[in-house]
Each structure stands twice: as structure tokens, then as C-alpha cells.
Nanobody
Framework: QVQLVESGGGLVQAGGSLRLSCATS????????MGWFRQVPGNQRDLVAT???????NYDDSVKGRFTISRDNPKNTVYLEMNSLKPSDTAVYYC?????????WGQGTQVTVSS
């Protein structure tokens, strides 16, 4: 029943910014721990940012200081604000609840950073 729809990706030059959105249904973001993941073809899907139900955030070292995870409880949406983007940030970005097992994955949103 949980559905996750990512949006906001695109092509941006190095140093630019994007804001990704994760629209959810069948759940409440304020009662769940949420994460943003990214995946390059052929590689594993890596967790890059998390936000707990009580608002605690954590970041992978590769994005710390550049990315900010947040949520809008009335809209039941999680965001990832991405600044100072690097070509190494190029990936498909996904959101999910931090549960085991994970909910079904959405389609993700492609972020491409050019040099």
C-alpha cells in the first residue's frame, strides 16, 4: 500500500543545486524514519541521508555539509536539498522508509552533474 514517488532530478552543472521531493502515500512521514539513497548502474544502492520521526538527521560523509534532508508533515513529503553538486553525485536517487524489509521502491529520479 505504501507508494513512493521521487521527483526533482535533472541535469545541472557542477556547483549547482537541485531539490528532490519524495511524495509518499499509505504512511505518515512524522511517524517513520526516512532515507534518501542513490545508485549508479552496476553499483549497490547507498544510503546518503536519513531523518527520524523525531527530526534527527544524519548524512554520509560524501554529502555532509552540502545536502539537507527535511520533511513537510502536512504534505507527507520528504525533501533532499542538494547544493554544491559534484559530478560524483551523479546517480539515480530513491527514498524509502528505514524498515526491514523495505517498502517497494519507486522509480527514482536521475541526477546528472556535468563538469
Amino acid at each position: 500500500q505504501v507508494q513512493l514517488v521521487e521527483s526533482g532530478g535533472g541535469l545541472v552543472q557542477a556547483g549547482g543545486s537541485l531539490r528532490l521531493s519524495c511524495a509518499t502515500s499509505g504512511m505518515l512521514v512524522e511517524f517513520n524514519d526516512m532515507g534518501w539513497f542513490r545508485q549508479v548502474p552496476g553499483n549497490q544502492r547507498d544510503l546518503v541521508a536519513t531523518i527520524t520521526g523525531d527530526g534527527q538527521t544524519n548524512y554520509d560523509d560524501s554529502v555532509k555539509g552540502r545536502f539537507t534532508i527535511s520533511r513537510d508533515n502536512p504534505k507527507n513529503t520528504v525533501y533532499l536539498e542538494m547544493n554544491s553538486l559534484k559530478p560524483s553525485d551523479t546517480a539515480v536517487y530513491y527514498c524509502n522508509r528505514l524498515t526491514r524489509p523495505f517498502d517497494s521502491w519507486g522509480q527514482g529520479t536521475q541526477v546528472t552533474v556535468s563538469s
